[in-house]
């Protein structure tokens, strides 16, 4: 390539050599005429270009209305019709003046070689400007093989990060099915290995890329490198604990969990965070290195298969017969809809303390995210099955006998006869009586 150009070169000297001497012979005026018939055609050249690309312009930007469509991305409009247009438009602009530029620049440089006395500097301009077209064209066509292969490279990479996207997406809509490997698993798994393929592939191709041994490419990847690991260690623990968290399967959209302190439905849950939404509407964003961090309680997990067990804890005096609180517990938990039937709700007297019996009322749901208007109904109806039994709920001090005053328990639920008792005997718990 670089042989061409000079011989070129050597070309173009040596016509003008010959050229020249044969009008300096008929004398100056000549030169003369034939400068001003040189400008006469640069200025034609000039006038047909900017009339040409006046009129492309102009056709173009005659035709965005209804004709070139906007570019969108979804609901978003990037550029509209008129700006592509205008785009064109400046571009075919910027070409004008290069050609101008080029134009000039030849004129220039074939006028000063038709008078002896700037001969030298057109020589000088001509050979700038074939030894810059000349090293531009020189490295594109040494360039040639390396980009060749970074076509290769990038090409290969493309059609196998296409092929594994439709690989996992088959196992995502569970069209294919791996052993151990769950559906939910597949997206993850498959962003995970594009960025290693991306890297990798950029691994490859960096002894192709123009530039790479200059000190300023090699300074400015420096530079980013240590950028990146400075100001990103937060940002790749929490990456980290994301992916982990993916593949704990801790977690799904829509289940009901506590994250140490925080109670709600998992919403979106992400590379870096995870979002909770409350039962009182708040969202909550956890860093997923917090997460990781801190226990996590799935109350969804097992409920739809074998159904979470939701429990509740009164106390009650000795003097109420243990079948009776059983059998209230029980009843005021089969009246919620949400409540299944089987497995039988249960209870379980948890503590036999010095003055009253804990009771808790065990009971099965499907509905896991529904649990505070569950508990919400299964306390309204304890109290009902209670009250209307004349049973209060109490956690008593002493066991005593009636002095007059009337039970803590509602009018509605007492009978419209009752009389409370008389008598003032009373029976002290034994740490009252040992005071």
């Given at each position: 390539?670089?042989?061409?150009?000079?011989?070129?070169?050597?070309?173009?000297?040596?016509?003008?050599?010959?050229?020249?001497?044969?009008?300096?012979?008929?004398?100056?005026?000549?030169?003369?005429?034939?400068?001003?018939?040189?400008?006469?055609?640069?200025?034609?050249?000039?006038?047909?270009?900017?009339?040409?690309?006046?009129?492309?312009?102009?056709?173009?930007?005659?035709?965005?209305?209804?004709?070139i469509?906007?570019?969108?991305?979804?609901?978003?409009?990037?550029?509209?019709?008129?700006?592509?247009?205008?785009?064109?438009?400046?571009?075919?602009?910027?070409?004008?003046?290069?050609?101008?530029i080029?134009?000039?620049y030849?004129?220039?440089?074939?006028?000063?070689?038709?008078?002896?006395?700037?001969?030298?500097i057109s020589?000088?301009?001509?050979?700038?400007?074939?030894g810059?077209?000349?090293?531009?064209?020189?490295?594109?066509w040494?360039?040639?093989?390396?980009?060749?292969?970074?076509?290769?490279?990038?090409?290969?990479?493309?059609?196998?990060?296409?092929?594994?996207?439709?690989?996992?997406?088959?196992?995502?809509?569970?069209?294919?099915?791996?052993?151990?490997?769950?559906?939910?698993?597949?997206?993850?798994?498959?962003?995970?290995?594009?960025?290693?393929?991306?890297?990798?592939?950029i691994?490859?191709?960096?002894?192709?890329?123009?530039?790479?041994?200059?000190?300023?490419?090699?300074?400015?990847?420096?530079?980013?490198?240590?950028?990146?690991?400075?100001?990103?260690?937060?940002?790749?623990?929490?990456a980290?604990?994301?992916?982990?968290?993916?593949?704990?399967?801790?977690?799904?959209?829509?289940?009901?969990?506590?994250?140490?302190?925080?109670?709600?439905d998992?919403?979106?849950?992400?590379?870096?965070?995870?979002?909770?939404?409350?039962?009182k509407?708040?969202?909550?964003?956890?860093?997923?290195?917090?997460?990781?961090n801190?226990?996590?309680?799935?109350?969804?997990?097992?409920?739809?298969?074998?159904?979470?067990?939701?429990?509740?804890?009164?106390?009650?005096?000795?003097?109420?017969?243990?079948?009776?609180?059983?059998?209230?517990?029980?009843?005021?938990?089969?009246e919620?809809?949400?409540?299944e039937?089987?497995?039988?709700?249960?209870?379980?007297?948890?503590?036999?303390d010095?003055?009253?019996?804990?009771?808790?009322?065990?009971?099965?749901?499907?509905?896991?995210?529904?649990?505070?208007?569950?508990?919400?109904?299964?306390?309204?109806?304890?109290?009902?099955?209670?009250?209307?039994?004349?049973?209060?709920?109490?956690?008593p001090?002493?066991?005593?006998?009636?002095?007059?005053?009337?039970?803590?328990?509602?009018?509605?639920?007492?009978?419209?006869?009752?009389?409370?008792?008389?008598?003032?005997?009373?029976?002290?718990?034994?740490?009252?009586?040992?005071?």
């Amino acid at each position: 390539m670089k042989e061409y150009l000079d011989a070129i070169n050597n070309f173009i000297f040596n016509t003008l050599n010959n050229f020249l001497p044969a009008i300096a012979d008929r004398g100056y005026l000549l030169i003369l005429i034939t400068a001003v018939v040189a400008t006469i055609l640069a200025g034609i050249i000039i006038i047909i270009i900017r009339g040409i690309t006046k009129f492309l312009e102009n056709k173009i930007l005659s035709l965005h209305f209804g004709k070139i469509k906007s570019v969108k991305l979804q609901n978003l409009e990037i550029l509209s019709g008129e700006q592509i247009a205008l785009v064109i438009g400046k571009t075919f602009n910027w070409f004008r003046y290069f050609c101008f530029i080029i134009i000039f620049y030849l004129y220039i440089n074939l006028i000063f070689s038709f008078f002896p006395i700037t001969r030298g500097i057109s020589a000088a301009l001509l050979t700038h400007f074939i030894g810059a077209v000349g090293f531009v064209l020189l490295a594109i066509w040494n360039y040639i093989p390396n980009l060749l292969t970074l076509i290769v490279i990038f090409a290969f990479g493309f059609y196998l990060m296409k092929l594994m996207q439709r690989f996992f997406k088959g196992i995502e809509e569970e069209n294919i099915s791996l052993s151990g490997f769950y559906p939910e698993w597949a997206s993850p798994t498959n962003t995970i290995l594009r960025i290693l393929i991306f890297a990798l592939l950029i691994i490859v191709a960096f002894p192709y890329l123009p530039g790479k041994d200059s000190p300023a490419f090699q300074a400015v990847a420096i530079f980013l490198g240590v950028v990146g690991s400075l100001g990103s260690t937060g940002a790749v623990s929490n990456a980290v604990a994301g992916i982990v968290l993916t593949y704990m399967r801790a977690f799904n959209i829509g289940d009901r969990v506590q994250i140490a302190d925080t109670m709600g439905d998992i919403v979106e849950k992400s590379v870096f965070v995870t979002r909770i939404k409350t039962t009182k509407n708040v969202e909550i964003t956890v860093p997923n290195a917090m997460v990781l961090n801190n226990h996590i309680i799935n109350y969804s997990t097992l409920a739809e298969t074998e159904g979470l067990i939701l429990h509740s804890k009164v106390t009650i005096g000795y003097d109420v017969p243990w079948k009776l609180v059983h059998d209230l517990l029980i009843r005021a938990a089969n009246e919620i809809e949400a409540i299944e039937q089987t497995p039988h709700p249960f209870v379980l007297q948890t503590a036999l303390d010095d003055f009253y019996v804990e009771y808790e009322i065990n009971a099965y749901t499907k509905k896991a995210n529904k649990m505070a208007v569950i508990y919400n109904e299964l306390h309204r109806n304890i109290q009902d099955k209670f009250h209307e039994a004349g049973i209060e709920i109490a956690s008593p001090g002493l066991m005593a006998l009636r002095d007059g005053n009337k039970p803590n328990i509602p009018d509605e639920y007492l009978p419209k006869d009752y009389n409370p008792p008389k008598t003032l005997m009373s029976f002290i718990s034994p740490s009252k009586k040992s005071e």
